[in-house]
T-cell receptor
Framework: GIQVEQSPPDLILQEGANSTLRCNFS?????LQWFHQNPWGQLINLFY???GTKQNGRLSATTVATERYSLLYISSSQTTDSGVYFC???????????FGKGTRLHILP | EAQVTQNPRYLITVTGKKLTVTCSQN?????MSWYRQDPGLGLRQIYY???????DKGDVPEGYKVSRKEKRNFPLILESPSPNQTSLYFC????????????FGPGTRLTVT
């Protein structure tokens, strides 16, 4: 099945810093989403982005489907950005959803 | 309010005692799925359902059963729980797989002793 790798596994930044999170996937995908899990465990959709670039406030994402990777950019980090960021993909062979192991982000005040 | 509910939120049980975790959504979603989350492993899909009476295995289905008799409900059944099924479980729903926004339940923390 499809393998999804996220990097880095952990990231500690000062408030106001920028960050780039990466998601590599091993095969062609039909769908890709980024999620944020806050420190209370709640999972929140960020972007649906199987290809191209999208922006939502301080967050943006880019997926280069032909090279099988996606990037999540967080600018001017705030403490509320802390948590775990997951990338998830759905392949074109079945309807399974595969998550990466996540990037744990700590934003220090 | 659009929501996915799970019950119970916390459960401590013993090896071999059958249990069911319920999941219900009020958005008339076609797609529902169950995940387990373990430290360092992310979320792993256990089972998913494209519609009523249609279920398929995810990546880690061993030791679990599901049913989808009604569109709104998707219970997760552990016939004979074992300690390696101690985990945080999430139910999710959407209009159709990962193409649409995913709605997650609040999670069920299960401990099997």
């Amino acid at each position: 099945g499809i393998q999804v790798e996220q990097s880095p596994p952990d990231l500690i930044l000062q408030e106001g810093a920028n960050s780039t999170l990466r998601c590599n996937f091993s095969d062609s995908v039909n769908n890709l989403q980024w999620f944020h899990q806050n420190p209370w465990g709640q999972l929140i959709n960020l972007f649906y982005i199987p290809s191209g670039t999208k922006q939502n406030g301080r967050l943006s994402a880019t997926t280069v489907a032909t090279e099988r990777y996606s990037l999540l950019y967080i600018s001017s980090s705030q403490t509320t950005d802390s948590g775990v960021y997951f990338c998830a993909v759905e392949g074109n062979r079945d309807d399974k959803i595969i998550f990466g192991k996540g990037t744990r982000l700590h934003i220090l005040p | 309010e659009a929501q996915v509910t799970q019950n119970p939120r916390y459960l401590i049980t013993v090896t071999g005692k059958k249990l069911t975790v319920t999941c219900s959504q009020n958005m008339n979603h076609e797609y529902m799925s169950w995940y387990r989350q373990d430290p360092g492993l992310g979320l792993r899909q256990i089972y998913y359902s494209m519609n009523v009476e249609v279920t398929d295995k995810g990546d880690v289905p061993e030791g679990y059963k599901v049913s989808r008799k009604e569109k709104r409900n998707f219970p997760l059944i552990l016939e004979s729980p074992s300690p390696n099924q101690t985990s945080l479980y999430f139910c999710a729903s959407s209009r159709g797989g990962l193409y649409y926004e995913q709605y997650f339940g609040p999670g069920t923390r299960l401990t099997v002793t």
